[in-house]
């Protein structure tokens, strides 16, 4: 079974700080995606990779830098977090050529 | 912007009832996804409709998909309390989109026992 795991879990930080949220894959799956997700939006896509240094914007992308430097680590890094980035974020992985998708348990971020 | 909408927003039922969920897209799709989130997870794949395809089942999931109306509806016979979740549609499109999914805004179901 494809297993993701995502760290932190909760995170609290302030205003103008750096932070990066990590996504790790069990599985050498090639297509992997973060979303956010807020009340009355549903899931938004952010960014995503679809190899190793191969990624692409989403359609909410500002504010936003990934990296991909291994099959298995998908980085989303906030460089200069804002109170409009606390949400939850949810890391995803395509299963099929349909694109079946599974998701990791998500990380709470709130920006003070 | 988002591509399904869904409809209802919210939904309450009794158990035993059965529960119909819309949603509605807006461009070509390659396929249509329904996915279950119970509050505070990550989402779970339900079922997978393409789009050459009008109806699918799984177990007591019914999925059909009108091309020619955009629209796709989930159908869960006889409710569950454990069914209680909020349900998305996503599609996928294909083409410039590849590997891309787009969510919709969900229907929150809650299911008495």
């Known amino acids: 079974d494809a297993g993701i795991t995502q760290s932190p879990r909760h995170k609290v930080t302030e205003t103008g700080t750096p932070v990066t949220l990590r996504c790790h894959q069990t599985?050498?799956?090639?297509?992997m995606y973060w979303y956010r997700q807020d009340p009355g939006h549903g899931l938004r896509l952010i960014h995503y990779?679809?190899?190793?240094?191969?990624?692409d914007k989403g359609e909410v992308s500002d504010g936003y830098s990934v990296s991909r430097s291994k099959t298995e680590d998908f980085l989303l890094t906030l460089e200069s977090a804002t109170s409009s980035q606390t949400s939850v974020y949810f890391c995803?992985?395509?299963?099929?050529?349909?694109?079946?998708?599974?998701f990791g348990p998500g990380t709470r971020l709130t920006v003070l | 912007s988002q591509q399904g909408e869904e409809d209802p927003q919210a939904l309450s039922i009794q158990e035993g009832e059965n529960a119909t969920m819309n949603c509605s897209y807006k461009?070509?799709?390659?396929?249509l996804q329904w996915y279950r989130q119970n509050s505070g997870r990550g989402l779970v794949h339900l079922i997978l409709?393409?789009?050459?395809?009008r109806e699918k089942h799984s177990g007591r999931l019914r999925v059909t998909l009108d091309t020619s109306k955009k629209s796709s509806s989930l159908l869960i016979t006889a409710s569950r309390a454990a069914d209680t979740a909020s349900y998305f549609c996503?599609?996928?499109?294909?083409?410039?989109?590849?590997?891309?999914?787009?969510f919709g805004q969900g229907t929150i179901l809650t299911v008495h026992p």
């Open positions: 990779s679809y190899g190793v240094k191969d990624t």
């Open positions: 461009t070509s799709i390659n396929n």
């Open positions: 995803a992985i395509s299963l099929t050529i349909y694109n079946e998708q599974f």
């Open positions: 996503a599609t996928d499109e294909g083409g410039t989109s590849y590997g891309k999914l787009t």
């Open positions: 599985e050498n799956h090639r297509y």
């Open positions: 409709i393409r789009s050459n395809e």
